[in-house]
């Protein structure tokens, strides 16, 4: 009995562990991936400037990148970077269940087929984006240039498109949504995409020449993109159909059977209330 008890022990503990894991709410995992992404470029800048690893004399913007170089920054940036990645893709995969339960169902069998394929192609692009994210926390510009600006470029435009595409879905079934959201990520969208574009212009002219001005767009791209992240934790806590979207950031009380949690990735959506107290009856039943 003994040699049986331990095992199921282990078993009940994992299990307790992976129900509580599952049932943590979407957005606080989306706002996490923004919150600790700001943290660790936060952390990166400061710590470089004060050590003096910026390059002030060519101006006094850096580079996102340029933070990332030397030691001690480079290793907060190499840990915290490869955290934001995974957190993005987690997001990733938290939208994509969000759109296909509540933003594909709303016209005929047609358009649901459309509307999924089309969550299935920009959460692909939107997952690429997050592994890119993972290259760049593994090689700095020092010691691979191509490598970390391609990277990089896959990152950012990838990005771009996924928030681009999941706006135009949410725009095209505002049920699930209002109106202040959707203004709010409308900004967020043309602030990082003619953000990007004038940065890659002028990376294709001269980077030496407009280094500050191409600075300058790489923090307005990363700041909309964040942005934008920060916003999507209206709709997977259900907080932004029909209600403020202020009232969202400030953990305004779900719409029941429209939050998502962690385990929405594989469960579907999140129970309301009432049907977590089924759950809950119906497990207690069963052992």
Excluded at 79 to 101: Q, Y
Excluded at 126 to 133: E, F, I, P, T, V
Excluded at 168 to 184: E, G, I, N, P
């Amino acid at each position: 009995r003994r040699e049986h008890s331990a095992p199921r022990g282990w078993e009940a503990a994992a299990r307790g562990m992976s129900q509580v894991v599952s049932q943590v709410r979407a957005g606080t995992v989306v706002r996490a991936t923004a919150l600790v992404a700001a943290c660790v470029v936060a952390t990166t800048t400061l710590v470089s400037a004060f050590l003096g690893d910026l390059p002030v004399d060519v101006s006094p913007v850096p580079m996102i990148s340029d933070t990332f170089v030397r030691a001690p920054a480079s290793y907060v940036a190499r840990a915290g970077v490869a955290a934001v990645a995974c957190l993005l893709l987690v997001t990733t995969l938290l939208v994509r269940s969000f759109l296909k339960a509540f933003a594909c169902e709303d016209g005929s069998r047609k358009d649901a087929a459309f509307w999924r394929r089309v969550t299935e192609c920009h959460s692909c692009v939107g997952a690429a984006a997050a592994l890119a994210l993972l290259v760049v926390a593994a090689v700095n510009d020092r010691e691979n240039l191509p490598a970390h600006f391609a990277a990089a470029s896959v990152f950012f435009i990838g990005t771009w498109l996924w928030h681009l595409c999941v706006f135009v879905q949410l725009c095209a079934h505002r049920s699930v949504t209002d109106a202040k959201s959707l203004q709010w990520k409308c900004v967020c969208v043309v602030i990082s995409g003619v953000s990007l574009a004038a940065f890659f212009a002028m990376c294709g002219v001269s980077l030496a020449r407009f280094y500050e001005p191409i600075a300058l767009c790489e923090w307005l791209a990363a700041v909309s993109i964040g942005g934008f992240t920060w916003s999507l934790g209206a709709e997977l806590d259900g907080n932004a159909a029909g209600s403020a979207f202020a009232e969202s950031i400030l953990a305004a009380p779900p719409i029941p059977g429209r939050g998502m949690s962690l385990g929405s990735v594989w469960r579907g959506r999140a129970p309301d209330e009432g049907e977590l107290l089924d759950v809950l009856v119906a497990s207690a039943s069963d052992e």
